[in-house]
C-alpha cells in the first residue's frame, strides 16, 4: 500500500522537540466504532486532567491522587471490546504510539505517588510532564484532529 503524500510530508515537519525522533506522523486508521471508544476514553482523560489542574492548585490531595489514580488505570483495551476489535486495536496501534501511551500511563502513577506524599513541587512537574504528554502523542497521531500542531507558517507579506 502506498503512504499516502501527506503522511510523509508530515513526518518530515514533525518538529516538536519533545516528538520522539522514530515517531511517525500519521492518523492512526481504526474502524469508526473503536475510534468512537477511543474519543469518548479522550473525553473521560480530558475532564480528569481538568480536575488535575485544580486539585493541584487548591492541594486538594485526595482529588488528585484518585483522579491520577483514574487515568492510570483508564485503557482503551479495558473497555467492553468485542474479541474482533480487541485484535483490532492491538494490530492498529503502532510501537510507537503504544509506548506513548504506557509513559502517558506511567506519569499518571507518577502523579498519583506525589499526590500521596502530599510534594507539590514533585506533583507539579509530573502534572506539566503528563500534559506534554498529550501534546506529544497528539502531534503524532491526531494530526488531522489537531491541526494546530502543523508549523506555524507566517502569512505572506502584501495584500
Ligand atoms: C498515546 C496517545 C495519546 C495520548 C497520550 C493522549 N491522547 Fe488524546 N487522542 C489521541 C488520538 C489518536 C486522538 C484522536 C482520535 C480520533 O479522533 O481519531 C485523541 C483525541 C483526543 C481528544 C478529542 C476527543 C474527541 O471527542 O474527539 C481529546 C479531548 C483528547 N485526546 C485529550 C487528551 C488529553 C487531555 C490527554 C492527556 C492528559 C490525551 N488526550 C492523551 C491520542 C492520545
Known amino acids: 500500500m502506498r503512504k499516502p503524500l501527506f503522511a510523509t510530508v508530515a513526518a518530515l515537519l514533525l518538529t516538536l522537540p519533545a516528538a520522539h525522533a522514530e515517531q511517525p506522523a500519521a492518523d492512526l486508521h481504526l474502524s469508526p466504532p473503536v475510534r468512537g ?14 480536575t488535575l489542574a ?8 485526595k482529588t488528585l491522587h484518585d483522579t491520577a489514580a483514574m487515568i492510570r488505570s483508564s485503557y482503551i ?7 474482533a476489535q480487541k485484535h483490532e486495536l492491538e494490530h492498529a496501534l503502532p510501537a510507537g ?6 509513559e502517558f500511563h506511567a506519569r499518571a502513577e507518577k502523579l498519583a505517588l506525589a499526590a500521596e506524599a502530599r510534594d507539590h513541587e514533585l506533583a507539579a512537574f509530573h ?11 497528539h502531534s503524532g497521531y491526531a494530526r488531522s484532529r489537531f491541526p494546530g500542531f502543523a508549523p506555524f507558517t507566517p502569512p505572506a507579506h502584501g495584500h
Open 37 to 50: 471508544l477511543l474519543q469518548q476514553e479522550m473525553r473521560e482523560v480530558a475532564r480528569g486532567t481538568q
Open 127 to 137: 502534572y506539566s510532564r503528563l500534559v506534554e504528554s498529550c501534546a506529544v502523542c
Open 77 to 83: 483495551m479495558n473497555k467492553q471490546l468485542t474479541a
Open 97 to 102: 504510539f503504544k509506548q506513548l501511551d504506557a
Open 54 to 61: 485544580v486539585a493541584l492548585a487548591t492541594a486538594d490531595w
